[in-house]
């Protein structure tokens, strides 16, 4: 089916520790977007890239980084885990914002210890 | 910063009654969408209502926007139990490529 795919689901990290999430779309949507979900905070945007090559910050974009590898693929890296960053992380793409909404991923729910 | 703030925040109904979820915002906008969050899953995109637009129709949902008040409604008719969920209003500012959500409506449809 054609969407967006986050892995892994789910995982755990010790503080400290370093990992990558990875997020890919079939839909040749040219935005990707990463959010983080929190009780009680709705969605946050982390980082985004408008387009293939380009990246930006968003609003939380501490202790993050990303890589638009591809047209269809951009993942969200976690270099020194902390438990601030338990969250449930979502992956997002749409064709052209402000003319479509946008397509989300199923999420990843990371707890850092 | 939040940008939409849905109200109610939780919202119990019965089956077959009509549910309605209203949103304000603080600065112009290109376009507001609601989206749909079922517990554990990824959000899904239900209407998109461009600034110059007062009222579009999407099935049982009717969305309406009022931007001299920076508000707008969502009106899910004749509500099912399949209609529970967290509902989020998003709005997509003026010279921006990105999307900010509010914090959500929790709708309990009891049947």
């Known amino acids: 089916n054609a969407g967006v795919t986050q892995t892994p689901k789910f995982q755990v990290l010790k503080t400290g520790q370093s990992m990558t999430l990875q997020c890919a779309q079939d839909?040749?949507?040219?935005?990707m977007y990463w959010y983080r979900q929190d009780p009680g905070m709705g969605l946050r945007l982390i980082y985004y890239?408008?387009?293939?090559?380009?990246?930006d910050k968003g609003e939380v974009p501490n202790g993050y980084n990303v890589s638009r590898l591809n047209k269809r693929e951009f993942s969200l890296r976690l270099e020194s885990a902390a438990p601030s960053q338990t969250s449930v992380y979502f992956c997002?793409?749409?064709?052209?914002?402000?003319?479509?909404?946008?397509?989300f991923g199923s999420g990843t729910r990371l707890t850092v210890v | 910063s939040q940008q939409g703030e849905e109200d109610p925040q939780a919202l119990s109904i019965q089956e077959g009654e009509n549910a309605t979820m209203n949103c304000s915002y603080k600065?112009?906008?290109?376009?507001l969408q609601w989206y749909r969050q079922n517990s554990g899953r990824g959000l899904v995109h239900l209407i998109l209502?461009?600034?110059?637009?007062r009222e579009k129709h999407s099935g049982r949902l009717r969305v309406t926007l009022d931007t001299s008040k920076k508000s707008s409604s969502l009106l899910i008719t004749a509500s099912r139990a399949a209609d529970t969920a967290s509902y989020f209003c998003?709005?997509?500012?003026?010279?921006?490529?990105?999307?900010?959500f509010g914090k959500g409506t929790m709708l309990l449809v009891s049947p």
């Open positions: 600065t112009s906008i290109n376009n």
């Open positions: 890239s408008a387009s293939e090559g380009t990246t």
């Open positions: 839909m040749n949507h040219n935005s």
């Open positions: 998003a709005t997509d500012k003026a010279g921006y490529s990105t999307l900010t």
């Open positions: 997002a793409s749409t064709l052209a914002p402000g003319s479509y909404g946008y397509t």
């Open positions: 209502i461009r600034s110059n637009e």
